[in-house]
């Protein structure tokens, strides 16, 4: 793999594992790592924990915030941010062109299990089907991978990291199984 580590963002819906993978693949890559959820404001951690989903309106600022987070990762960072849209994901590449995504991928039975057996601050379950709703998988233009959720972190930071060694013109990796 290349000394230059671009700025990653792990994305995903609530349960996916994207602060688990994030921490993981920041510790494994010498960088660091930012929960993207540290930089919500108080009137959306407040709507999310009423079971409201955010509006692109009220996501906006945020998602300026995380890309600028990215951009200023300087030597490499990884953000674990939902990115749920291939617009966010899009505006994030406005402020770290070189972005690589993550995308967790899991049937919504085995997030919503992963869900059950923990307890988050503001995030009730009851949004993750709109977060089913809204997902817009990684697509093939995309510079990142997509892994299955399934296996076990160290797997998944494994095919992580060989993707990260591709070329920077790549575009999505395989799926790692």
């Known amino acids: 793999m290349s000394s230059t580590i671009p700025p990653i963002v792990v994305m ?3 349960g996916s594992g994207k602060s688990t993978i994030g921490s993981l693949l920041a510790q494994r890559l010498g960088v660091a790592f930012l929960d993207g959820d540290t ?3 108080d ?3 407040a709507s999310m924990a009423a079971g409201k989903a955010l509006t692109d309106e009220l ?3 945020w998602l300026h915030d995380v890309g600028r987070a990215l951009a200023d990762g300087e030597g490499g960072i990884v953000v674990a941010c939902s990115a749920l849209k291939r ?3 899009d505006l994030l590449r406005e402020h770290a062109p070189a972005l690589f995504v ?3 991928e899991g049937s919504m039975e085995l997030v919503a299990a992963r869900i059950s057996a923990r307890q988050h ?3 009730p379950p009851a949004l993750l089907q709109s977060q089913y709703d809204t997902l817009e998988p990684l697509e093939a233009d995309e510079r990142g991978v997509i892994v299955d959720i399934a ?3 160290a797997v998944l930071i494994d095919n992580i990291v060989e993707a990260l060694s591709h070329p920077a013109g790549a575009g999505r990796a395989s799926v790692a199984h």
């Open 102 to 104: 993550v995308d967790p």
């Open 59 to 61: 996501r906006m600022p």
């Open 43 to 45: 009137d959306n951690v």
């Open 87 to 89: 617009g966010y994901r």
């Open 151 to 153: 296996h076990a972190p």
């Open 39 to 41: 930089l919500h404001s």
């Open 12 to 14: 995903g819906v609530q």
């Open 121 to 123: 601050e503001y995030m």
